[in-house]
């Protein structure tokens, strides 16, 4: 059995604590409800292989696996500054060493949420076996976890607890009909699509009953659209089950929260990315490329965001192959991390949250969007979006401000000018103030010069491009035609020689 040592070390701490399956990595049976009082009832249990739930007793599990391509080294390119922390060596063999549990301690208000990928063989499991614990693994060897690392848990950086919390989930004091039923519909599918192999199971059970309550078997229907597993007899079986328990029925409306740890790391990512420093030329660009998926994440409640360089050259306003420059350029300096890839080309990113140096300043008048079609005006472009961000932060002169942005102070004077002459910015001798309707001297400026119709053009030209058959399909559409033309001339052959 894992040493009384180690058990202790979970006990004393109410984590919840749930016996093994023999020198197996499973849980045994009828436990899975179980409690942390459950589980001091239980300790004669715990005899051999036992396995801590995830999230429990304040504390969280990071599981690295070397096999399928994590280290600690990834995850600290996502998370800078990650701690040194209390390590278990696990049974997984490799070249590299063999895996390891990262164990931390969160706060206890964050409601883990399990099964989710950090990185590329990197993730959250929902339980894992204590040190002590030993696995016979295929070819007959016997393994055990180790404590490697014999040291208190550190506590979990903000950014990390953000990647891991769940959303909340409260009750919305509706009637059916009095809220935008599509839209909430809409939302909830697109959550199901989404969600990761591991997590589905968690994410469909939130979604369906509401899903098929509001729209019946249109609502079935489009659940199977979106599902992206293989599995698709667990599907039609959860369909029926849901099906017959909710079609019809008034469901109990909830709406999903972000925890308030992502709403915090997310403020810091987008405080960093609106006032830190983007020298050079290209600076612009990779700024622009890192807010919209900033604001990608927040509508999104996460901390990281699926997107194709199409989808973000849209949001940031750019052509396509800028906007996939500046993408290579934000993970090589750091900024941005990938989480994953997928084979359709579109990646999911998170942005990489830094430690803060200042206070966030509440209330700034920041007025406009820093995505809006505006900032495609004729005049308005380069580093405008970025000094009308650095005075709304209270930066009023030009000096400082090139100083602040990692501009010149030429490129910071001329951006001032151009505020300034387009009425978004007020100037009061060397003083620069945002203007009090800048908002809707931003809605104007962008019809009168010409941003939202570029913006429109470049959502028509991304639409045809996402259109245009590519690869197996334009060998598939040729194969297809060469056939059709063929079949066309042997029947005007028969017609010829009076066949047909």
Not at 46 to 53: F, G, I, M, S, Y
């Amino acid at each position: 059995m894992p040493p009384m040592k180690y058990l202790r070390f979970y006990l004393d701490r109410k984590c919840v604590v749930v016996p093994g399956w023999g020198k197996t990595k499973n849980t045994r049976g009828g436990c899975s409800g179980w409690t942390s009082e459950d589980t001091k009832r239980n300790v004669g249990k715990l005899r051999r292989n036992a396995k801590l739930v995830n999230g429990t007793g304040g504390l969280l599990v990071v599981d690295i696996d070397p096999k399928n391509g994590g280290s600690i080294d990834l995850l600290r390119q996502r998370f800078p500054g990650l701690p040194d922390t209390r390590t278990v060596s696990t049974v997984t063999p490799h070249p590299d060493g063999p895996g390891v549990h990262l164990i931390f301690t969160i706060p206890n208000d964050v409601k883990v949420a399990t099964n989710r990928g950090l990185g590329t063989g990197i993730d959250v499991p929902h339980s894992v076996l204590l040190p002590g614990s030993e696995v016979e693994l295929d070819d007959g060897t016997e393994r055990r976890y180790e404590l490697i690392a014999d040291i208190e848990p550190a506590p979990a950086p903000l950014a990390l607890i953000a990647a891991v919390a769940q959303a909340r989930r409260e009750f919305v004091d509706q009637a059916p009909g009095d809220a935008d039923d599509d839209g909430l519909v809409e939302h909830l599918v697109a959550e199901f699509a989404d969600a990761w192999a591991g997590e589905r199971n968690e994410i469909y059970i939130k979604v369906a009953p509401l899903v098929i309550g509001l729209k019946g078997e249109e609502g079935a229907d489009m659940l199977r659209w979106a599902y992206t597993g293989d599995d698709h007899d667990w599907l039609e079986s959860a369909l029926k089950s849901t099906l017959w328990k909710y079609e019809g029925v008034t469901p109990t409306r909830t709406v999903a929260k972000p925890s308030p740890y992502v709403v915090d790391a997310l403020a810091i990512a987008d405080h960093q990315a609106r006032f830190g420093r983007w020298p050079g030329r290209i600076g612009a660009s990779d700024r622009k490329v890192m807010l919209a998926i900033i604001e990608a994440c927040s509508a999104r409640g996460a901390m990281s965001a699926p997107a194709s360089i199409r989808d973000l050259a849209l949001w940031a306003g750019m052509e396509p192959k800028t906007a996939g420059k500046s993408v290579a350029r934000l993970v090589s300096s750091g900024r941005l991390f990938v989480t994953r890839r997928a084979d359709d080309g579109t990646s999911e990113y998170a942005p990489i949250v830094g430690e803060m140096t200042t206070v966030i300043s509440k209330g700034i008048p920041l007025g406009i969007p820093l995505l809006d079609d505006v900032w495609l005006s004729d005049g308005l472009g380069g580093r405008c979006s970025q000094v009308f961000d650095l005075v709304g932060f209270g930066i009023r002169r030009a000096t400082p401000l090139a100083k602040a942005g990692g501009m010149g102070i030429d490129a910071a004077r001329d951006a001032l000018a151009a505020l300034v002459e387009a009425n978004l910015v007020i100037r009061d001798g060397l003083d620069h103030y945002i203007a009090p309707d800048a908002v809707a001297v931003a809605d104007q400026l962008s019809k009168e010069r010409g941003g939202l119709l570029r913006w429109v053009y470049l959502q028509e030209r991304i639409r045809d491009e996402r259109a245009r058959p590519r690869g197996d399909a334009v060998a598939a559409a040729k194969a297809a035609d060469d056939s059709r033309r063929r079949r066309d001339e042997d029947e005007e052959l028969m017609r010829q020689v009076g066949m047909l």
